[in-house]
């Protein structure tokens, strides 16, 4: 049984079919990446899985719960965070009250704590802006927050939507370190990223999505030298 397993899934917006019953899955530990165009669908199945899209057809199930049918915020305190398209932070409130929010599932204060010092050793700049209001940072530490903010919860897997979109190469490189360490340490990713050579970089497995299908699967450093995806997406 994977962690994850998305079957014949099928999505509309309106009357247009953007998940065109795709499946696949995550397996704990894995770093899934998915890749594509822009309107290949990919942040329409991470809003899928997270309950914030409803699907029309087919099953997503985590850890052997059914997701279709499970409120959004119920699926948080199952073990599973969404780092959104965007960061979102709440730009008024400060670094600490963003990160805050995403233990807002939890009860244990000693344990809050112990998760907020364990995201400052990670990101210490976010600790160094603690009692900055988030709407001064710049677009690599917002994605920090974001990120910090999703660590909050103690997820059992954590899914990234499009982390480099808009950083300098500087903070890309970063935040891809940072995402290779939460997964060594335990968390599951599932990654949707515009920057395909990056994500093949770090994933193991990669589905390469065309309008709303998987048009190609598989081992992520075999799918770097594919020609088709070399051509389509690495800009050779």
């Known amino acids: 049984m994977s962690m994850l397993e998305i079957q014949d899934l099928e999505v509309y917006y309106g009357a247009i079919n953007a998940i065109k019953g ?20 990919k942040t329409t199945i991470l809003h899928t899985i997270t309950g914030l899209v409803a699907a029309k057809h ?8 059914e997701l279709t049918k499970t409120p959004a915020h119920k699926i948080v305190s199952m073990g599973m965070a969404h780092v959104p398209e965007g960061r979102r932070v709440f730009a008024q409130l400060s670094v600490y009250e963003n990160l805050m929010l995403g233990a807002y599932t939890r009860k244990d204060k000693a344990e809050i704590n112990e998760s907020i010092e364990r995201v400052y050793e990670r990101f210490p700049r976010l600790k160094e802006r603690r009692s900055q209001s988030a709407g001064t940072l710049s677009g690599g530490e917002q994605q920090m927050l974001a990120m910090g903010r999703a ?11 499009e982390p480099s979109m808009g950083l300098s190469p ?5 935040i891809f370190d940072i995402i290779q360490e939460i997964n060594k340490s335990g968390t599951t990713v599932l990654l949707v990223e515009q920057n395909a050579k990056k994500a093949l970089s770090i994933a193991n497995r990669a589905y390469v999505l065309e309008t709303g299908n998987i048009a190609l699967s598989g081992d992520a450093h075999e799918l770097m030298d594919n020609e088709q995806v070399k051509k389509a997406y690495l800009g050779e």
């Open 22 to 41: 795709i499946s696949f899955n995550v397996e704990q530990g894995e770093i899934i990446a998915l890749i594509g165009a822009n309107g290949a669908g």
């Open 151 to 161: 660590l909050m919860s103690k997820p059992s897997i954590i899914l990234m939507d």
């Open 170 to 174: 500087l903070y890309v490189s970063e």
């Open 58 to 65: 087919g099953s997503i199930r985590f850890n052997d719960k």
